[in-house]
Structures are given as C-alpha cells and as structure tokens.
C-alpha cells in the first residue's frame, strides 16, 4: 500500500517535526486585508486567513484530507500576482500581501459560482442536502445574482447514478467534482477503487464498474461531500435540518466513544453524525455507529413482561413487576444471588446495580466480557485501559496489533493508524489473523507465541520494535481470556516494561470492544462469568446482557431470570420477568470509553412505551425490596459517581494510570501462550452486526448481504440494495 | 601666555563649575519639586479614601442600628397605599366585610350550592387566611387590591362556574407524585 | 254544509269505517301503540325486511306515504331499517314505488343494512391502520427484515 511522501500534513507530525529542531521556526509576516499576522511558514493562505478570523469559502479543501485546488472557489487576491491564487494551496511567504474581499476576488468568486450552478440540477426541493447545502450557502454569499445559461438552448449535463451499496444514496448529476470523497476514499477508507473516470465536463466519480463501497468508514463520504450528490438512504427524504434538533451524545456500539450528533424532530430519531473530537474521532464514524440506529424502532420492548404459569410471557404492570422481583430479591440468600451485564451501559445503572446488590450482601455482579485477574485484574487500571490515548497513535513509531482487528472493531482508531501509516513510516506487526487492513503490516502469526519472539529479539520486526522511539501494543480484549489470556497480558507487561524505559509512552494498550466495559471494570465488576458456574444461583439479573454467555444450563434449574434491556433478544428469551430499559440516545448516560475518558451523553429521545431510565428502574426495585438506595434524581446518583471515582465526573480527560510496575509484579507469565489469538472480526461482512442493536438494525443487514455479495463477486450485476 | 593660559583655564574651569552646580541645583529643585506634589497628590488621595471610608462606617452604623431595632424582618419601606399595618390591617377587613357580604350571590350564580352556605363561607374566609403569614405591607396593599377585582369580576360573571370551582377546590387537578416510586410509576416525571 | 258534517258526525262514520277496516279496538289500539297514528291505506309493497308501505292520498303530500314496521322489531323501529328503493319511494325522490318501476342497482353494491352505531356492541370504532412508530416485541420473536 502507498504512502504518502512523508511530509508534515499531519498537526502532530508537524509539531513533532517542528519541536525536534533546536528553535522555533522563524515566522512569517503575512498581511491579510491589512491585517498583520505572524505564522508558521508552512501554512496556506487559506488557514492563515482563518487565523485571522477570514472564512474564505471553498469546495474541495478539507482540513483532514490532502489539498486538490481543483474547486477555484478558494480564490484570492495576492498583491504581486496577475492571476488570482488559489488560497488553500499557495504557502504563505514573507511579506505577502492578501486581499479576500476586493473587486478583484469577488469577481472571481461569483464567476466561479456561476461555472458550477451552469451544469448544476435544479433540485433543491428535492435534495436532501437543502439546508445543510455548502453550495446553497456559499451561492447566496458569493455568487451573482443571476446566471447567463441558457438551459433551453444549451442544456445542462446529466451523469447517471452510480449504485455503491445499500447505505450511501449517489445523484451524481449534483457532483461539483471536488474530489472530496475520493481523496477520503483514498486516504482515509483505504479504498482506492473510488476515483474519477474522464476529464473536462465529462468527469465522473464513482468505481467505473459498479461495486459495492466496501468498507467500514463509507458513511463519512456523505458528511464529506458538500452537495446532495452523496447521501444517507437511511435519512432520504425523512426532514430537513432546520426542523430538527440536535443532541450531543457519546456512541456505544464500540468503545471509542465517538462524539455524535443526534438529529431528532417529534420524539423520533432521525439519524446520527458525528461531532467533532480531535482526541477521539477527529470528524468520522464507523457505518455501524452511523446506520444502526434504525434498529431502535423495532423488536423494543415496550412494557414490563412477567413469565405466567403457562411459561408463556405476558405484558403486566410495572407495580406487579417490581413486587414480583423484590419479593424474589428477598427470599433468596446472597450467595444465590447473580447480575450479569452486558456492554452498552450507562454506569449510572451499573452503579445502581451493584450497590443494590451490596445492600443485599452480594458481591455477585461480573460483566459479560472476560479478562483476567492476574496482574492485579480489573483493580489496576492501566490493565484494561488505552493507556497511551487514542491520539497518541499518530505520534507512534511502532504499532504491535495482538489479537485485534481495529478496522471493525474501532474504525475511527484504525483510521488514525492509518494517518500514521500515510504520513511517517511507523512499522506495524501483526498477531492474530491475516485479514485485510487498511495499512501494510508485518504478519507475526496466529498463535500468541509470537510474543515471545518479539520479547527476545526474534525476526526483524522484533528489532525494529525494541528501537523504536514512541511504540504501542494494541492488544484486543478478546484476546485476554483465560488462563491463556492471563499468561498473554503477562508477557506483554515484561515487554511493555522493557521497552517503555525512558520513553514517555506507557506501551501497552488494551482495545475494549464494548463500551461499557471499561465503566463497569472501573466501578468494581467482575469480569467474566465464570463466577456464576462455581455455585448455583437462584437469582440472576441480567442488565443487556444478549452476548449469551449465559445459559439456563448454568444456573440452578429453579432460577429466576430478570431481564433489563432495550431489545428482545437472547437475554429476555430466558427472563422470567422482563423490565423495558431505555437504549442510549434516550437516557442521561456516563460512559467511559477505553482510555478511560468519561463522557456523558445526552438524552434525544424519551424512553417508547412503558420504558423507563434504568438506573430509576433498580432505584425503584431497591425501594419496593425495601433497602432504598439513597438517590432520587440524576444530580445524587452522579454525586455517587464522583463518591465512587472522581474521574466519573470530570468529563473528557484522561488521566494516567499508575502502579504499572505493581502490575508487571503481579503478573503471571508462566502460563503457556500457544494459542490461537485471531480475532473473532475478520471481514466486513462481519462488521456490521455485532451488538443487539445493529442486530435488529434493517440498514446493517442489507450492508451485510451486500459486503458478503461483494466477498462472491464485486462485479455483480444484480443490484446492490435488493431488497432481502 | 602662561599666566593669561593659566588665568583662562581658571576662569573656564570656574564657568564650568558654576555651570556644574547651575545643574545640579536644577535637578535638586526639580526633584524638590516632585517630591512636594507627590506628597500633595498622596495626601488627597488619603483624604478622598478616609472621607468613604467615613461614609461606608457612618453607614454600617445606621444599618446596625436598624437591624437592632427591628426585631422581624418588618422593613420600613416606601409606602404605595397603606402607610402602616394598621391601615392596611382595616383594609383587609373591608374587604374581607365586603366579600363576605357578596358571597350569597357567589355561591348561588356560580352553582355551587351543592354545598351549604356556610361551609361555603367558611371557604371563603380560608383563602383570607392563608395569606395570613404576610408583613410586607405593600404586599397586602395588593392582594387587597386583587380582592377587590376579583368580586367586580364575580359581579359582572366574568368567571366560569367550573374555573372557579378547580380554584377553590383543585377538585379536577390530579396531585402531582412527590416521592420517587410515584414518580416512576406514573411515568413522565 | 250538510248537517251530518256540521254536526261532525260524519268525521265519526269515518272512524267507524278506519276501526273496521283495521280489525277492531284491540288492533286499533295496538297501531296506535306502535305507530303513534290510527290511519289506513292501499298496500304499495312489502320488502324482504318485512315492512309494508302504504299510501293514501286523501292526507296532505309529506302524510300520504308510510312505512309500517314488522311487528319483530316492536318499538326498536328506526328510519335507516328501511332499503333504499323504498326509501326514495317513501321520501317522494321518486313517482313510482319500486314495485312498478325496478331501481337501479349496481352489481357491487352490498346489503342494505341498519344504522348500528346506536348499539354499543355493534357500533364501528374507528383504528389506527398505520404501523406504530416503535415496534414492539412479542416472545419469541426474530428481527424480520421484509
């Protein structure tokens, strides 16, 4: 795979670069409509006029993708030129001299305009862009007030529609060309069979032959392009954008936290883009965070359900819920007594769940996902935390992948790892399965023995990981299970240890996959369930949990089940009692994602039904079993958050986690480690239904037997979105 | 000449010490001069600082003198219509008299005979009562004054026979839950 | 003016006369019971309903034609029991009742029947037809895609 030259595209590259010459760089003094400004020199005119306040407007720049210049809307006046510069690639010189406002520039500017509105449709009132339109915006600001086409006489072109999946809608007679999409496609999706096809007016973008757009990020093209040519099937036709509202939230369906925008109107979810975090996302999210939210209207469960004598589960009242369960609460004794959660929690009800639990002398509650209790477990953090910080990856030398696949497991870290792959030249090992990833790597393996390959010295990789300046282990949660897990993590402390030496990087990093993991780990939950099968349990609360993991077969053949969720799926088709919970767009939630960074979220939509927030739900049982836990509203049970961990509360920073040398003592390297480490993701078609909301999610679906098709045969003829 | 030489250094020398001294005299005075009006500025500014603060303590004590005299927090305050609670004690009075008196036209027009007349009055009288907590005179004054639009309302109907009766009874609100299980189990909180 | 009809004996004579033709006191009361008049007249009809229309001209145009309900329905007799042919018939739409002249009829059109809104167990509730915005799941079910 290509990389780019490397050269200082990247912020972090750039500061690196910069900081490791002995001084400063000398600024340059530029004048931008008289305005003096003092600036580092390798900056353009155009991010140059946005320091100093001036919005110059454009098409094809980007500020995250490599620069085009192919608009010419960027167009300004520089004193000693003829020809008006396109801003966004000239670099700025000593004493130049720019004017974004004269006669000059306007004319420019609207003659400009007017090329691109001569072949443009007119299909304002039915493109689903109107509102959010860059074009609609930047006519009425720059352009003239009127064209000279003569439509009847000369007409307007036309390109057909390009079919690229059952997720992303194309009206390619909108594309202005900018090139937006295949620079992203290129760059950062990694999928190269997006490109331009002729040149002049007959210049088309799509995959020449029709294909599938085959990858995990294809969702980001649509926020990317500034006119209707790309949009979201999902959302066409549904509202525009002054009519709905927006709600910042954090995503759960992977354990990035990436930052959203909720778009709501009436009550009803419209859609999910992101939001800006350069820590996090930067500006993307994966399909799944963007496209599963349809599986929110459908298979919900809408009222309590209470288990009949016929075993038939049957709609009941909440007050006959409660009473059911408390009651059962009571009877049974502690060591009979289990929760089980899942990964999409807020901790907020993790918390609840387990001081109930306390308060009825039970230390029961484990989360669905394994980890090992080695090397301090779950107690030290650093264990099952992104130590390093999800935008320390691009400042990395060196990048050991064990046991995951963070294409689709977390597109937007992967997306970093890419960056890093295009603009220096970072060395990446691989352990686990040779599947397709979006940069050149070293295959070490299948078997985590490989580790201690790399731990000894063995094979060139080896090497050139033991002299890197700045490197990181990534190694996938799922990959820590067991016995074997445990002698895994083990080995990869030593390692980390060794190689962390007088570097300020901590090394190793561990990728959750859940998004309540991290959260529940940090609030005091066990891990894994193998807990459940030493003694039998007569009650089980399960709060999400539909991985699974837990049978009938486990427990006690008199158990009780209840079920707290959002979804019907496997956890509710076991439950003797049934309490509808709300998903995550519809509840103040704190979710703390694998750097351990705390987000909260905000609620867009009430809970449907009968559902309630789920905190409240297990406030209310606790009061109806009789030991109330003693909060009422939101602000007391984030004051017991903050009791808990004070960095539950202080939002959006990470902090470092000590005791790692602790860890490396406790830690159990004895264990063999020759087993098979591939993760369990290893194509798109695996992508795009992990969690029970995306399983239930009409969008992911289709993209799957669309991903699976374009597996056969990328030159289908039959079209993509047939309907299943 | 030497002597003319030397009487001539002599006489320069002295013309440059004069002029030394001219100098240094000069900048003596100008520093003298500095020196005064720095002290006549300072010392204004002292007085303007001792004159507040002489006001802020004048202030404190009128505010002590106050606290210590009003026992409640009865204010003296501007007065709008009443200027005491004696006044605006008989005004209340007059118009509680008053409503009273056009109380049998209340319970009869507005249908609320479903009740005897004296557990009607009795009601009445209850919504004068519970404002029976208040001080501030001028807050009197104007729930005086509402008394008083309330009846021109009721001589003139201009009130709905059920409106008046939610008012007084709140017989068709539902009490909003207080405590948390109320809440859950009523659902939109 | 004849004196029968000054004295108004002749309006008696027409009594006697409508009591014979009904069938006697008992039956004149009866009619009088359910149909609130005492009147006779020619037989136009009957339906398959089993009412009868009768006309008479010698009352004023509207009173001239009536239906007489069968007596199965006794009291529970109500404007909408009667079809549509002979509703035309009845109300003066038409001349001829539908015995002389066939209505037109459309081979669609379905069995007259009654206004039943008045019965609480046959009355039309009106329903949503629409799918609920958020889909509810019932025991066992899988997510269905179609």
């Given at each position: 795979m290509q990389r780019i030259v490397r050269g200082v595209a990247t912020k972090a590259q750039q500061q690196r670069q910069l900081s490791a010459a002995a001084n400063a760089p000398k600024k340059v003094e530029v004048f931008i409509d008289g305005k003096k400004i003092l600036v580092d020199p390798g900056m353009t005119i155009l991010q140059a006029c946005a320091l100093v306040g001036v919005d110059i407007p454009r098409f094809c720049y980007h500020d995250r993708l490599s620069i085009a210049g192919n608009c010419r809307m960027c167009l300004v006046e520089v004193e000693k030129s003829v020809k008006p510069v396109a801003s966004c690639a000239m670099p700025v010189m000593n004493g130049m001299k720019v004017k974004t406002n004269s006669d000059f520039v306007r004319k420019a500017r609207e003659g400009v305009m007017e090329f691109m509105l001569n072949n443009h449709p007119l299909d304002c009132p039915i493109c689903d862009q109107g509102g959010e339109c860059d074009l609609q915006d930047q006519a009425v600001a720059f352009g003239s007030d009127r064209g000279r086409l003569q439509s009847r006489l000369d007409g307007k072109r036309a390109v057909e529609d390009k079919d690229i999946g059952p997720l992303v809608k194309t009206v390619m007679t909108r594309c202005i060309q900018c090139t937006r999409c295949v620079r992203f496609a290129n760059e950062v999706a990694a999928f190269p069979d997006f490109g331009t096809t002729g040149r002049g007016q007959d210049l088309q973008i799509g995959t020449?032959?029709?294909?599938?757009?085959?990858?995990?990020?294809?969702?980001?093209i649509i926020d990317i392009c500034p006119v209707g040519a790309l949009t979201s099937k999902q959302y066409a036709f549904v509202a525009r954008p002054w009519e709905t509202r927006k709600t910042e939230s954090v995503d759960v369906l992977d354990a990035t936290g990436s930052n959203i925008v909720l778009t709501h109107r009436t009550g009803e979810l419209l859609r999910v883009i992101p939001k800006i975090n350069d820590d996090i996302n930067e500006e993307w999210i994966g399909d799944q965070s963007r496209f599963a939210v349809d599986g929110l209207k459908v298979q919900r469960l809408l009222t309590p359900m209470i288990r009949g004598a016929d075993g038939q589960l049957k709609p009941a009242s909440w007050e006959e819920a409660l009473f059911t369960v408390a009651a059962k609460l009571r009877e049974t004794s502690a060591e009979q007594k289990a929760a089980v959660v899942g990964g999409l929690n807020d901790v907020e009800s993790l918390v609840a769940l387990k001081d109930l639990f306390n308060r009825f002398n039970s230390e029961n509650v484990m989360t669905e996902e394994e980890f090992p209790e080695t090397s301090g477990g779950s107690d030290i953090r650093a264990n099952y935390i992104f130590n390093d910080g999800i935008a320390n990856v691009e400042n990395a030398d060196a990048i050991l992948l064990v046991g995951t696949n963070p294409r689709f497991e977390a597109p937007t870290l992967n997306a970093r790892i890419r960056k890093s792959f295009l603009y220096s030249d970072v060395q990446i090992g691989v352990i686990g399965s040779e599947s397709e990833l979006n940069y050149d790597y070293d295959y070490l393996g299948a078997s985590a023995k490989a580790i201690d390959d790399v731990l000894s010295g063995k094979g060139e990789f080896a090497k050139t990981f033991a002299n890197a300046k700045q490197p990181l282990i990534i190694v996938g949660a799922q990959a820590l299970k067991g016995e074997a897990g445990a002698a895994i993590l083990g080995k990869l402390q030593q390692l980390a240890d060794k190689l962390s030496a007088?570097?300020?990087?901590?090394v190793l990093n561990v990728l959750q996959r859940w998004a309540g993991q991290t959260g529940a780990l940090d609030v005091g939950y066990k891990a894994g369930t193998a807990a459940l099968r030493k003694t039998p349990v007569k009650f089980l609360y399960l709060l999400g949990a539909d991985e699974g993991k837990v049978n009938k077969s486990n427990l006690d053949p008199q158990a009780f089940i209840v079920y707290q969720g959002h979804h019907g799926d496997a956890g509710a088709q076991i439950a003797d009692v049934i309490f509808p919970g709300a998903a995550y767009t519809e509840k103040d939630g704190t979710y703390v994602n694998t750097e351990g960074r705390s987000q909260r979220g905000y609620p867009a939509v009430s809970p449907p039904g009968e559902a309630r927030v789920d905190w409240k739900i297990i406030r209310a049982v606790s009061e109806v079993a009789g030991k109330s836990l003693p909060y009422n509203d939101l602000k007391e049970i984030r004051q017991r958050l903050n009791e808990i961990a004070p960095h539950l509360a202080r939002y959006r920073d990470i902090e470092p986690s000590p005791f790692i040398k602790q860890a490396l003592q406790l830690a159990q390297t004895s264990g063999s480690i020759d087993v098979d480490v591939s993760p369990a993701l290893r194509e798109l078609a695996d992508y795009y239904q992990t969690n029970v909301i995306s399983r239930n999610s009409r969008s992911m679906a289709q993209a799957k037997k669309a991903a699976l098709e374009n597996k056969e045969n990328p030159y289908a003829e039959a079209p993509i979105h047939a309907r299943l | 000449m030497n002597a003319s030489d030397v009487v001539q250094r002599q006489l320069k020398e002295d013309w440059d010490n004069r002029e030394f001294e001219q100098v240094i005299a000069d900048n003596i005075k100008s520093i003298a001069n500095f020196l005064s009006s720095f002290e006549l500025s300072c010392r204004s500014k002292l007085a303007t600082l001792g004159d507040k603060i002489n006001l802020l303590e004048r202030k404190v004590e009128f505010l002590e003198a106050i606290a210590k005299t009003t026992a409640h927090a009865v204010r003296t305050v501007a007065p709008i219509k009443s200027n005491n609670s004696k006044e605006a004690r008989i005004a209340v009075l007059e118009a509680y008299k008053e409503f009273q008196r056009l109380t049998p036209k209340f319970w009869w027009d507005f249908g609320l005979h479903d009740m005897p007349l004296g557990v009607f009055r009795a009601v009445i009288k209850k919504q004068f009562t519970k404002?029976?907590?208040?001080?501030d005179v001028r807050v009197v004054d104007r729930l005086v004054g509402e008394t008083h639009q309330h009846m021109k309302s009721i001589r003139y109907a201009f009130y709905n026979p059920d409106h008046v009766r939610n008012y007084l009874f709140a017989e068709n609100i539902e009490p909003k839950p207080k405590d948390f299980l109320s809440k859950f189990l009523n659902g939109k909180e | 003016m004849s004196l029968k009809a000054w004295l108004g004996i002749d309006k008696l004579q027409k009594f006697q006369q409508i009591v014979k033709e009904i069938g006697g006191v008992r039956a004149v009361l009866r009619k009088r019971y359910l149909m609130d008049v005492t009147r006779v007249g020619t037989l136009v009809g009957n339906d398959k309903y089993g009412n009868r229309y009768y006309e008479n001209n010698e009352y004023f145009v509207p009173r001239n034609r009536w239906v007489e309900f069968p007596d199965k329905v006794w009291l529970d007799y109500d404007a909408s029991q009667v079809p549509p042919e002979w509703h035309s018939w009845l109300h003066h739409i038409t001349d001829s009742p539908p015995t002389v002249q066939e209505p037109l009829t459309q081979k669609f059109s379905l069995d007259h029947k009654e206004n039943t809104s008045i019965y609480a167990d046959k009355k039309y509730i009106p329903y949503s037809t629409t799918r609920t915005k958020v889909q509810a799941w019932t025991p066992g079910q899988k997510p269905n895609f179609d």
């Open positions: 020449y032959v029709e294909k599938f757009f085959a990858s995990e990020m294809s969702g980001n007088g570097k300020n990087v901590q | 404002n029976a907590h208040l001080t | -």
